[in-house]
């Protein structure tokens, strides 16, 4: 299927840590997209990357796509308590799958 | 504030009725996303409209249908209800019709009892 699958599953750092999450997926992409869920809430975006580019910024967030590999990976840096959170890779082929998610936790 | 506002927020119902959910986009907006939320199947995109046409659909099932009005805010009816349908329900929106960020409401939690 086209449904992104994030590794880990869940993982547990301590304030001032980066956090690496990844996300694979089978088939091919227009778009690959992350966003946060805190517990119950709605989930907000945080980053769209286009199929054509290869790496994007956004404050403490960095994602990386490569398309060869059908990867994606979202780096948190200098992670804080109030990233703690459940984190999603979207893709979208033509419908905008989620994965399972990665939780985060932070601890101060 | 996402600006996607669902209602209800809580719904409490039994087996075989039938609900409806109710969701208006952000301002702007264009297309209607409807999502389940469960602990054991994930996100599930069930539909997707675009300026009141159906653009895409998911898995979702024959008991479920849904629409978008033409003062774009959407529904989704879901009948003859059974305790898996108990989930948290998200209704997102986006400006275009693909290769937008959506944007989510705060979703309607329903159990089925």
């Known amino acids: 299927s086209q449904q992104g699958e994030e590794d880990p599953q869940a993982l547990s750092i301590q304030e001032g840590e980066n956090a690496t999450m990844n996300c694979s997926y089978k088939?091919?992409?227009?778009?690959l997209q992350w966003y946060r869920q805190n517990s119950g809430r709605g989930l907000v975006h945080l980053i769209l990357?286009?199929?054509?580019?290869r790496e994007k910024h956004s404050g403490r967030l960095r994602v990386t796509l490569d398309t060869s590999k059908k990867s994606s990976s979202l780096l948190i840096t200098a992670s804080r308590a109030a990233d703690t959170a459940s984190y999603f890779c979207a893709t979208d082929g033509g419908k905008l799958i989620f994965g399972q998610g990665t939780t985060l936790q932070v601890k101060p | 504030d996402s600006g996607v506002t669902q209602t209800p927020k809580h719904l409490i119902t039994a087996t075989g009725q039938r609900v409806t959910l109710r969701c208006s986009p952000r301002?702007?907006?264009?297309?209607v996303y409807w999502y389940q939320q469960s602990l054991d199947q994930g996100l599930q995109f069930l539909i997707q409209?675009?300026?009141?046409?159906?653009?895409a659909k998911g898995n979702i099932l024959e008991r479920f249908s849904a629409q978008q009005f033409p003062d774009l805010h959407s529904e989704l009816n879901l009948s003859s209800l059974e305790l898996g349908d108990s989930a948290l329900y998200f209704c997102?929106?986006?400006?275009?019709?693909?290769?937008?960020?959506?944007?989510f409401g705060n979703g309607t939690r329903l159990t089925v009892t």
């Open positions: 990357i286009r199929s054509n580019e």
């Open positions: 997102a929106s986006s400006v275009g019709w693909r290769d937008s960020p959506l944007h």
């Open positions: 088939t091919s992409i227009n778009n």
């Open positions: 301002s702007g907006d264009l297309s």
């Open positions: 409209y675009y300026n009141g046409e159906e653009r």
